[in-house]
Antibody, heavy 120, light 110 residues
Framework: QVQLAQSGAEVRKPGASVKVSCKAS????????INWVRQAPGQGLEWMGI????????TYAQRFQGRINMTRDTSTSTVYMDLSSLTHDDTAVYYC?????????????WGQGTPVIVSS | QSVLTQPPSASGSPGQSVTISCSGG????????VNWYQQLPGTAPQLLIY???QRPSGVPDRFSGSKSGNSASLAISGLQSDDEATYYC???????????FGGGTKLTLL
């Protein structure tokens, strides 16, 4: 069955970086794009960006440009999301979610979420 | 960045029906397909409706979606206690060049 397994919770200080992983299984990894979506405490869903699992090309939401980097490792079917220059406002649960076609908001499988706490 | 507008809350009694609205504009809902997600407390969102009115395998037919112009709706009939959740609409936005989510509607059973 399709699974997106994310890495565990992280605690960082302001100004630090965090790297979250998302390991895919149960489907052909390179056939799907992976998105990252975050949810601050008590808030809604916010799209951060997308990576083409086959070619590795990325598109980031403008507000994260310059401090986000998404990469993938096809040998392990894993996608990574690196977010730098963290502030308290980056405290959130970070989800990966797959989509078959870029240009659709149809995320059919989601990871379980990775809590990231930014605290001094 | 939430230009898809949903009511923050909705409620209904068990067995009743409820409809949740989602309004957008020409660059998103009007020209793109709408998807709906259900997020139970403490869990990841799950795809509930895709392509405006299609249900993934396993989603009961109590859930239905529709779209007209720059608005979409999610209807839930025969409300059950485990329908208590937050519901999000989502659509690609051609201007934003990414998917947009609505602010979410928290459904409470009375």
């Amino acid at each position: 069955q399709v699974q997106l397994a994310q890495s565990g919770a992280e605690v960082r200080k302001p100004g630090a970086s965090v790297k979250v992983s998302c390991k895919a299984s149960g489907y052909t990894f390179t056939n799907y794009y992976i998105n990252w979506v975050r949810q601050a405490p008590g808030q809604g869903l916010e799209w951060m960006g997308i990576i083409n699992s086959a070619g590795g090309s990325t598109t980031y939401a403008q507000r994260f440009q310059g401090r986000i980097n998404m990469t993938r490792d096809t040998s392990t079917s894993t996608v990574y999301m690196d977010l730098s220059s963290l502030t308290h406002d980056d405290t959130a649960v970070y989800y990966c979610a797959r989509v078959l076609v870029r240009g659709l908001a149809r995320f059919d499988y989601w990871g379980q979420g990775t809590p990231v706490i930014v605290s001094s | 960045q939430s230009v898809l507008t949903q009511p923050p809350s909705a409620s209904g009694s068990p067995g009743q029906s409820v409809t949740i609205s989602c309004s957008g504009g020409a660059s998103n809902i009007e020209g793109e397909t709408v998807n709906w997600y259900q997020q139970l407390p403490g869990t990841a969102p799950q795809l509930l409706i895709y392509s405006n009115d299609q249900r993934p395998s396993g989603v009961p037919d109590r859930f239905s979606g529709s779209k007209s112009g720059n608005s979409a709706s999610l209807a839930i009939s025969g409300l059950q206690s485990d329908d208590e959740a937050t519901y999000y609409c989502a659509a690609w936005d051609d201007t934003w060049n990414g998917p947009l989510f609505g602010g979410g509607t928290k459904l409470t059973l009375l």
